[in-house]
């Protein structure tokens, strides 16, 4: 998983390797249809077009998206890329996989709307700017039996998004969970987070999670 990352796009980490892993774990036949919504530089999307599946790729970043593109003709795989707000392009489509690595870091100005590269990490005062949408909407957008693969960090509320999900008709679980270092952002963030009571004196790393839910046939 080595696409090229200019400035600006958000670069595979180890969130990304954590959903890849879920990904491969999938009984999904080739042909298949799959949204990569987030795609970033498209390294998720490209992992799934190896599989000989066929993947949409989405992102609200112009230059993800141009980089997504350039990816897959370097890779020599098809990849449908296309920019919009979350699912917006893909408004009236179905699919048998949604795979997403929304923004889920929690921010001091988290009244603002982010901007610039930070769009890929900083996700509202309590890091569910996105991932609150993505409950409701994808179970929409997911045929029957259909499933979405989501990696959020534990800062983030996971047991919100289960409970969203659930809501909304689908069977979910943590199926994948990672102990990771503080990343920069995080680093930054760190004495506020505390202060918010969202890690504790003790913590000094984050967990990953990895969600799937399941739209019953």
């Not at 796009?9 to 892993?21: C, I």
């Not at 919009?84 to 988290?110: C, H, K, M, Q, S």
């Not at 994808?138 to 969203?164: D, I, K, N, Y």
Request: aromatic share 4%.
């Amino acid at each position: 998983m080595n696409p090229l990352v200019p400035p600006g796009v958000y670069a595979p980490q180890e969130d990304t390797e954590l959903l890849a892993g879920a990904l491969s774990e999938e009984s999904i036949p080739p042909g298949a249809d799959v949204l990569d919504v987030g795609t970033g530089s498209g390294a998720l999307a490209l992992e799934a077009a190896r599989l000989g599946l066929r993947v949409t790729a989405v992102d609200v970043s112009r230059r993800a998206v141009c980089t997504a593109r350039l990816n897959a003709m370097m890779a020599g795989v098809p990849l449908r890329v296309r920019r919009g707000n979350l699912f917006t392009p893909v408004r009236g489509e179905t699919f048998d996989l949604i795979l997403a690595n929304p923004p889920y870091v929690p921010a001091p100005d988290g009244d603002g709307l982010p901007r610039g590269a930070a769009r890929a990490w900083d996700a509202g005062g309590d890091g569910r700017l996105v991932l609150d949408r993505i409950c409701r909407e994808a179970p929409g957008l997911l045929r029957p039996g259909g499933a979405l693969l989501l990696v959020q960090s534990a800062l983030s509320g996971p047991e919100l998004t289960l409970a969203h999900l659930r809501e909304g008709g689908m069977k979910a679980a943590v199926t994948r969970r990672r102990h990771i270092a503080f990343g920069p952002v995080l680093r930054t963030r760190e004495r506020w987070l505390r202060e918010q009571g969202l890690l504790s004196a003790a913590e000094d790393k984050e967990e990953l999670v990895v969600i799937r839910a399941e739209l019953p046939v």
